[in-house]
């Protein structure tokens, strides 16, 4: 057939693995890469793509919630490259191109993309992979691995891998991607920048940053023989040192990410290991030195005390923030350890009453209240999501719930008798005092012989709780909030019961059991 390839290379063994440079360019080749050049076309493709990804990289996490740090780069073949691979195609194929369209819908990587991963995890791979089906959609994306010796498709063979030519013979893989062919869409034009036409493909790479300097390094030496002449085996050598190098220092890339994740990011599953964290961090270092209080004398004070530990740590896991990273930021950017106290203080100034918690809960305090506020942003500022109280709780678990809330205020405030002065200085009217004090210290809040009577007693003060949690200055409604959401003193109900103590509010100044 008049299209077919007739090329004499008879020492070469099959045709696919001729010297192409040897051959003269096709006239039809030659035609496609003046105009592939003249247009500009396929940088302005390129650069598109470039952008689109851009725009998807400045947010995007991987599973474990890391950022995926990757820088993005774009190329139009140059045109002796493009002559050069369209000659290798055209023996491929085993015929030729007969006109321009065909050479524009056969050859996918005319413009490219290369994403290079500083830390190129597999989580962080698989995220750039759905970034790439999210941008053109799965319909549009062709996906290819490379390896760098493979002879599957999307892999670059050299010339002289292809020769099998008995020189010296790479023991490392070499370059290694991921590649996908993304087809642009009538969506993705950009006026006065980039115009779509039908067969607009861009290849997509994604390396890691040692893997990319390689390849850079490497690049002319090895696929572009017909203009350098082939590498000597000294440096065929070198460069797959550095292979072995880069595959090396990508596992150590990947294994040092592993152990910043492990120390930043990972879960904690006890209160134990919250404990660790707190007597180990390097904010927490410095001696408790709040503005208002005398430690002189008095020797080092934790600004966690361990009463609170569990509390804290039971918040952090209902608002899924149980990570070090997270508490770290928290209490370092937001509120001013190492750097500026009076921060912590500020936290607390807008409660009515006034709150002066004493050493060793200021802090957990406000490190509940500084993020909570986080977990309200996230979820769009809507404070109802977890101010929320259901309809369907029992006359007991009201009780319970509202007893945990004042044993909150009762620690927070340093005592019994600070906890009463706070509520007293609360303008309650009569039902809901009465109806607290039942709560505070009737004998029959647990009584289930009478359901109906303890609901009665109980209602009003549960009516006052749940219009306090909408009150950001309000003390009470931000620990009744916690107990809503979960968090528990750890107090069984005869513990409760008897470390309840703040008593009647109807006699300021005394306590009652």
């Known amino acids: 057939m008049d299209n077919e390839l007739d090329l004499v290379e008879p020492t070469m063994g099959p045709r696919k693995k001729a010297i192409t440079w040897l051959i003269e360019t096709p006239p039809k080749i030659r035609e496609f890469a003046y105009q592939y050049y003249a247009s500009e076309h396929y940088n302005a493709l390129a650069k598109q793509a470039q952008t689109l990804i851009e725009e998807e990289l400045k947010n995007l996490t991987d599973e474990k919630g890391d950022k995926v740090q990757a820088k993005v780069t774009c190329r139009a073949k140059k045109r002796d490259s493009l002559e050069e691979k369209l000659k290798m195609r055209e023996i491929e194929r085993g015929k030729k191109y007969e006109s321009y369209e065909e050479i524009q819908k056969d050859v996918k990587d005319l413009a490219g993309v290369r994403i290079i991963l500083y830390t190129p995890t597999q989580a962080q791979h698989d995220s750039v992979k759905k970034m790439v089906l999210g941008i053109w959609g799965s319909d549009y994306v062709e996906q290819i691995k490379h390896d760098g010796k493979s002879s599957s498709k999307g892999s670059k063979e050299t010339h002289f891998d292809a020769q099998k030519k008995k020189g010296y013979v790479r023991k490392n893989l070499g370059y290694q991607a991921y590649h996908y062919r993304a087809l642009m869409k009538k969506s993705h034009e950009k006026e006065g920048i980039y115009d779509h036409q039908q067969h607009d493909w861009v290849e997509i790479q994604v390396v890691s940053a040692l893997g990319h300097a390689w390849a850079e390094a490497g690049h002319d030496v090895l696929y572009k023989s017909y203009a350098y002449g082939p590498p000597s085996e000294r440096e065929e050598r070198i460069l797959d040192a550095l292979s072995g190098l880069v595959s090396t220092g990508d596992l150590l890339l990947e294994e040092f990410r592993g152990l910043v994740n492990e120390r930043t990011n990972r879960r904690w599953s006890s209160l134990e290991e919250f404990a660790i964290f707190l007597r180990r961090t ?132 340093g005592g019994a008798a600070q906890a009463k002065n706070l509520l007293h200085n609360i303008s309650l009217e009569t039902p809901y005092r009465d109806s607290l004090n039942f709560v505070l210290q009737s004998p029959h809040r647990f009584d289930g012989t009478d359901p109906k009577f303890v609901e009665e007693g109980l209602q009003p003060a549960w009516e006052w709780f749940g219009n306090q949690v909408h009150d950001p200055a309000s003390l009470c409604g931000l620990f009744f909030r916690l107990t809503i959401m979960g968090v528990s003193t750890g107090s069984g109900e005869f513990k409760l019961l008897r470390n309840l103590k703040i008593g009647s509010l109807s006699r300021p100044g005394t306590l009652e059991d």
């Open 282 to 413: 390097d904010v927490l270092e410095n001696e408790y030195e709040e503005a208002g209080y005398d430690t002189l004398g008095e020797g080092y004070r934790p600004d966690f005390s361990p009463d609170t530990a569990n509390i804290v740590y039971c918040f952090l896991e209902i608002i899924d923030m149980h990570y070090p990273l997270a508490v770290r930021n928290t209490l370092q950017a937001d509120l001013g350890y190492n750097h500026n106290p009076i921060k912590r203080l500020e936290e607390v100034a807008t409660f009515n009453p006034n709150l002066k918690p004493p050493p060793g809960f200021l802090a957990p305090l406000c490190l509940i209240l500084k993020m909570l506020s986080k977990y309200d942003e996230k979820n769009d500022n809507n404070r109802a999501i977890s101010t929320t109280i259901r309809n369907d709780y029992s006359a007991h678990e009201k009780c319970v719930k509202m007893m945990e809330a004042l044993m909150l205020l009762q620690m927070f405030a």
